[in-house]
């Protein structure tokens, strides 16, 4: 799970924004390694019983919808041909990341995809799906707050692309049962959380995992994250990894 796309201007935003060469070097690692970004839709379907993916495939996001996205990213993608999804706010299509501002410690926000771009980026093969309406954490709503978000972002979001909306990412990860529900209630196929780990066949689609990528990753950290299933790419947290599997591997051969 990506954000931004384009440098940072202080420490806060090297955890959101990563460098355009960073962005470029992490998927052609990736795919030097034979790694296969596949599409949402094929994903989902996977989980739901549906055809199997290739062999270490994964999907690529990035939430919030920033412009940077576009200019950056697109091509990279378009180059390698892998396809990927971006989750809009969809109250501030063509705005700024107002929420960010009081958590920034220069107070900076930055300029999100409009609705020409948006449609622009569709006919090229990116797929667009639902961060709600305007970003708050959910957990903390009303009922009928939360029905708002979740029904307003997709009606919107599906008259502006042309076609249904089936998924949702969860702003900030935040969710719990209530979430859940009234995501399903709202007409949802699917919807991704920032937990992380491996989706495995039985996953809860109602919260499919998802690793962050900062902008401070090396294309070795992120590497090790893909590999591990785990936000801790660090060789520290490899090495725990692999001798917890040799102990493992140990312990049941004595059995």
Do not use: C
Request: glycine share 10%.
């Amino acid at each position: 799970m990506y954000h931004r796309v384009g440098h940072a201007r202080n420490e806060w935003e090297a955890r959101y924004a990563i460098a355009p060469q960073a962005y470029a070097d992490h998927m052609e690692t990736l795919a030097s390694k034979g790694w296969q970004a596949v599409g949402i839709d094929s994903l989902v379907a996977w989980l739901e019983g549906g055809p199997p993916l290739p062999a270490n495939a994964f999907v690529v996001t990035f939430d919030d919808g920033f412009r940077g996205v576009g200019e950056h990213a697109l091509p990279v993608m378009q180059r390698m041909g892998w396809p990927f999804t971006v989750f809009l706010v969809s109250d501030f299509i063509g705005e700024q990341d107002h929420w960010t501002r009081s958590a920034n410690p220069d107070g900076t926000t930055h300029p999100l995809l409009d609705a020409d771009e948006i449609r622009d980026m569709q006919l090229r093969g990116v797929s667009f799906h639902s961060h709600t309406r305007r970003h708050p954490s959910l957990p903390k709503l009303a009922d009928h707050e939360l029905a708002a978000e979740l029904a307003g972002s997709r009606q919107r979001l599906a008259e502006l692309l042309g076609h249904d909306v089936p998924y949702l990412a969860y702003p900030f990860g935040h969710v719990d049962d209530r979430v859940e529900t009234a995501a399903r209630e709202a007409g949802y196929r699917a919807a991704f959380s920032t937990q992380p780990g491996f989706n495995r066949e039985g996953v809860n689609r109602w919260r499919i995992r998802r690793l962050d990528v900062y902008g401070t990753d090396t294309s070795a950290m992120l590497l090790r994250k893909v590999q591990l299933g785990s936000n801790d790419g660090t060789l520290a947290n490899a090495a725990r990894y692999y001798l917890g599997r040799l102990r493992d591997r140990v312990q049941g051969a004595r059995a």
